[in-house]
């Protein structure tokens, strides 16, 4: 019913950069347009819950970020694509671990209990 796939993880330095991208398609984006609904970027540490990185909204272009990322990283999206991006600039070791993005049909989706929908995830490695 609904596909979201990230890409754009790998291995990176301390300081270096990456853009994830998460590209959305299947039949709820028929009947409720990508467009529609917020987007959100998590991720989860071992053993930890996932956490919130960033989200942004269907309207009114809100993006609210984690204080861990803020500055560093940029939330946006291309509804014309059907794709979210994630711009991570500075890069630190911290921010090791598996990235998910997330589509809500209904909140802005700042916890992950708001997310309608998940991808799969996708892997970052900062070396120091």
């Known amino acids: 019913q609904v596909q979201l796939v990230e890409s754009g993880g790998g291995l990176v330095q301390a300081g270096g950069s990456l853009i994830l991208s998460c590209a959305a398609s299947?039949?709820?984006?028929?009947?409720?347009?990508?467009?529609?609904?917020?987007l959100g970027w998590f991720r989860q540490l071992l053993g930890k819950e996932r956490e919130f990185v960033a989200a942004?909204?269907?309207?009114?272009?809100?993006?609210p970020y984690a204080d861990s990322v803020k500055g560093r990283f940029t939330i946006s999206r291309d509804n014309a694509e059907n794709t979210l991006y994630l711009q991570m600039d500075n890069l630190k070791p911290a921010d090791t671990t598996d990235y998910y993005c997330a589509a809500a049909r209904l909140s802005l989706p700042t916890s992950a209990n708001y997310a309608d929908y998940w991808g799969q995830g996708t892997q970052v490695t900062v070396s120091s």
């Open positions: 942004i909204s269907s309207r009114d272009n809100l993006t």
């Open positions: 299947g039949c709820t984006f028929t009947r409720f347009p990508f467009s529609e609904h917020a």
